[in-house]
């Protein structure tokens, strides 16, 4: 039986020892240096964002350092000093001994963790951070070192020699720490891996199978040094069968372990201690499962492949994690299949014919480089429905997909979208100038996962009954007759989503052709046929009775530029049109907070989108309720300044004049009908861009491509969702963890980016003036020759044609010296503020590092001067230094 006191005994006389020098405080300050190093370098801040996960990166290496230095000398110094022997003869068994000494260590390695805290404190000075994330995300620290700590004791109790411990020790903790790298594909491998097991604290989730893993690698670790200090009881006849004896208990210590282990992952409960609760299910899901008829039970049969490339796992786990959870709250309502999909097998298809599509992933094992198919989709079904997730992405929402498909199937019908054909072919079809058919929109796929999908005619009236919700993209491209169909049908109060955008460059920049002030494509023909002159767009693409219908003013070539950008490594590759909405770009209204459809959104990325006006008050009898705003640093830009002739079409101009006008930049409404209206029962929003919708940013979005978390889809399908009268999924779309970002640096950088654009203008405007003045120059010549009495009108116009040559050379020169001068003031302004930028940043960085070891030093410093203090009073009068 153990005795507290014989533990607590030998746990204050190792604790003291270590602190009872100055080595120990530096251990503790080193150590929390280097985290701050790590956790605030230049990628922390071209991240923007408020956590820890630079320093989660780099923890396990930093627990190479500090866990061989805290257990270095636990038994190794004691063999050196030879107290061991002194030790092992008093009244305490050898457990109780390992455990004072293993609760030693792990006390100072609390310690040292505790004054790393001020990270927290120094990310609260510059951020927003989520308490619960940082909460899991040291106790996750704390329980990766306590299991290392027991494998450092191990290495010490190996040897005399304290280097060698050291040694030694780094190289056995780098066993669990590295050893996911030898098999990066093997689900077993890598549950043995430390930094596998270390993800989940790190996103804000306390899983129980990783805690296990940590209790049972720490116990493991005690056994053996348990083992090794009991080998001084064996004789020298006993030391063959004793080894052979504890060997064979070691290894069914180790099964019994990782058995446990593997049972425990297999239906591991988690806590999820994120502030948005993201990684839980959710009471929309939790309600929707009970209220599941018992006579129309759900099927959920997943196909996921066993082994997945290592930026897939996080979504792999999360997925079957999240569907055993369905399985166990289902019961008889609710089953839950899982089919491992080997390749080349039956199962593969199987999942095809179910129409799964399995993605093919580029990865890298061993430094070759391979291409994996994976399959990771599922089939929601009931005996009514049944609808296909084909792939789950990185960033796909994996609860709303699951959970909406559940609701889809378990109902007996579904609401319907109409789509209208336009120009935009959004349903796909033969493209003469693509050559060939292209595939429908994502947006049609991911609407058919709640909806029934129809196309729509705008050749002839629209029913104002078979639709739910009708969907308009670019209906400038409309013929009048087409436009006119349209106007009637939103003119009954049918709700109505349209997208239309002055400036449409998904494709790959092919949208451009079909921008509003573009003439409209002629129609596809056979080879060497001639082929009618296409209808011409109504209005010219101006939208005239639509916009007068619902009391908007929007031009067709009017394009918004805004020079917000959260992302700073991006800020030298995205133009100022390419636009991110968000409440961080100074405009705490860029997504209305009054509306279901956008409060609790955090970021949308446009492409060159347009801007929307609302008539004056006195004129209008509609409520006009903006969605999405531009920051206050944002202008428009006309059809002539942002474009350019080129052969028989027109290019984006790379680097136009831009012109801030203060003014946050409306790009999308919800437009709705008042008591007093004229119109009754208007329902309809309006999007001043396209490519918000386009396979592009669909893709983005599921990929997180470039690490953008962005809301373009959830946007949409909640303005489908709100039109249709049908909000039970919007909370649960909007659900994901808060974008928590460096609010101190974008309170501080925004001032030099704002005096940057202001120089900027400045330098567009000097070069304007110059220009100006060369030709007022040639204006003056003309004016000077044209009123001169003493030349007849030949000579004038020699005198003229010879002055017009000599001043467009002149002219020529001057706009190059003028630009070349611009350029060289543009890109000085540039520098300078990328400097000024660097400057905060490295100002904050130093803060960072500088701050969090001073607690530390100044205990050590305080704990040296009482030391002294103590020593000096111990020491007779007549024997100190006079």
Wanted: charged residues 25%.
């Amino acid at each position: 039986m153990l005795r507290n006191n014989v533990v607590l005994a030998v746990f204050k006389r190792n604790v003291q020892s270590y602190f009872s020098g100055v080595l120990g405080y530096l251990f503790i300050v080193v150590f929390v240096v280097a985290g701050a190093f790590a956790a605030f370098n230049q990628q922390f801040f071209a991240n923007n964002q408020a956590n820890l996960d630079q320093l989660s990166l780099w923890y396990p290496l930093l627990l190479l350092f500090i866990i061989p230095a805290i257990t270095m000398g636990v038994w190794a110094d004691e063999k050196k000093m030879g107290t061991d022997e002194l030790l092992f003869t008093l009244p305490a068994s050898d457990l109780e001994i390992l455990l004072g000494k293993f609760l030693a260590v792990l006390a100072v390695y609390t310690i040292a963790l505790l004054f790393s805290l001020t990270h927290i404190f120094v990310l609260y000075s510059i951020g927003n951070p989520d308490l619960g994330l940082m909460f899991t995300t040291y106790f996750g620290y704390w329980l990766a070192g306590a299991s290392l700590l027991a494998a450092g004791m191990f290495a010490s109790a190996l040897t005399s020699s304290t280097t060698v411990a050291f040694v030694l020790g780094t190289v056995i903790c780098a066993v669990p720490i590295f050893i996911g790298q030898v098999a990066p594909s093997s689900d077993l491998i890598q549950s043995l891996s430390l930094v596998q097991q270390f993800q989940d604290f790190s996103t804000g989730v306390l899983p129980l199978a990783s805690i296990l893993y940590f209790i049972s690698l720490a116990i493991m670790m005690l056994y053996l040094n348990r083992v090794l200090i009991t080998r001084r009881h064996w004789s020298s006849q006993e030391q063959n069968t004793m080894g052979l004896q504890y060997l064979v208990r070691t290894i069914s210590l180790a099964v019994i372990l990782i058995s446990v282990n593997a049972i425990v992952s297999y239906g591991s409960s988690r806590i999820d201690m994120t502030s948005e609760k993201v990684y839980s299910l959710s009471r929309t899901t939790k309600d929707l499962i009970a209220k599941i008829d018992d006579k129309n039970p759900v099927t959920i049969e997943a196909f996921i492949s066993p082994e997945v490339s290592r930026e897939y796992v996080p979504i792999r786990k999360r997925l079957i994690g999240l569907l055993r959870e369905y399985d166990q709250m289902g019961g008889k309502r609710l089953q839950v299949r899982f089919v491992d999909v080997e390749p080349f097998s039956k199962e593969e298809e199987e999942a095809r014919l179910l129409n799964i599509t399995p993605e093919r992933v580029q990865t890298e094992r061993g430094g070759r480089a391979y291409v994996e198919t994976i399959f990771m989709g599922a089939v929601v079904k009931s005996a009514t429905d049944e609808v296909v997730i084909p792939f789950f992405n990185v960033g796909t929402p994996v609860e709303y997909e699951l959970t909406r498909s559940i609701r889809t199937v378990s109902k007996d019908d579904r609401l319907t979208v109409g789509i209208l054909n336009t120009d935009a072919r959004i349903f796909g079809g033969l493209d003469m100038s693509m050559g060939g058919n292209q595939p429908p929109w994502l947006i049609v796929s991911e609407l058919k996962k709640q909806y029934r999908v129809e196309q729509v005619s705008p050749d002839s009236p629209i029913s104002d009954t078979d639709y739910d919700v009708l969907l308009a993209v670019l209906p400038s491209s409309l013929t009048e007759p087409q436009l006119k169909n349209l106007v009637d049908y939103v003119k009954k109060g049918k709700p109505t989503l349209i997208c239309d955008d002055p400036m449409p460059v998904f494709g790959g920049g092919r949208g451009l052709q079909m921008a509003p002030r573009m003439p409209k494509p002629s129609p596809g023909g056979m080879m060497g046929m001639r082929q009618p002159p296409p209808t011409p767009k109504a209005y010219d693409g101006r939208l005239t009775p639509l916009l007068r219908l619902l009391e908007i003013d929007w031009d067709n070539g009017e394009v918004v530029f805004d020079f917000f950008n959260p992302h700073p490594e991006f800020a030298e590759v995205v133009r100022p049109e390419l636009i991110f909405i968000s409440p961080k770009s100074g405009t705490p209204s860029a997504f209305s907070l009054d509306s279901n459809i956008t409060s609790g959104l955090q970021e949308i990325l446009t492409f060159f989108p347009g801007s929307i006006r609302p008539w004056k008050k006195e004129e209008r009898d509609l409520k006009f309720e903006p969605l999405l705003k531009t920051g206050p640093n944002s202008g428009v830009l006309a059809w002539d300044e942002i474009t350019s002739p080129f052969f028989n079409s027109v290019r984006i101009v790379q680097d136009p004049i831009r012109k801030i006008d203060k003014y946050a930049q409306v790009l999308a409404a919800h437009i709705t009908s008042t008591p007093k209206s004229k119109v009754k029962d208007l329902n309809v929003i309006f999007v001043a861009d396209a490519d918000l919708i386009s396979d592009e940013l669909f893709n983005i979005r599921e990929r997180q491509a470039f690490g953008l978390k962005i809301d373009n889809v959830t946007f949409l399908l909640n303005c489908v969702d709100q039109l249709a009268g049908d909000d039970s999924y919007i909370s649960l779309r909007k659900r994901r963890q808060k974008h928590r970002t460096l609010t101190l640096v974008e309170r501080e950088t925004s001032v030099f980016i704002k005096e940057r654009n202001a120089e900027r203008e400045k330098a567009n405007e000097d070069a304007d003036a110059k220009l100006q003045e060369a030709r007022d120059r040639l204006k003056e010549q003309r004016e000077k020759i044209e009123k001169d009495p003493s030349m007849d009108s030949r000579e004038k116009q020699i005198r003229l044609r010879m002055a017009e040559e000599n001043e467009s050379r002149r002219l020529e020169v001057d706009e190059a010296k003028i630009e070349r001068e611009k350029q060289r003031q543009v890109e000085k302004i540039k520098a300078q503020t990328e400097r000024q930028i660097r400057e905060i940043e490295n100002r904050i960085r130093w803060y960072a590092i500088l701050v969090p070891p001073f607690p530390a030093i100044l205990l050590g410093i305080c704990f040296l001067f009482f030391r002294l203090k103590n020593e000096n009073q111990n020491i007779s009068p007549d024997r100190r230094l006079k």
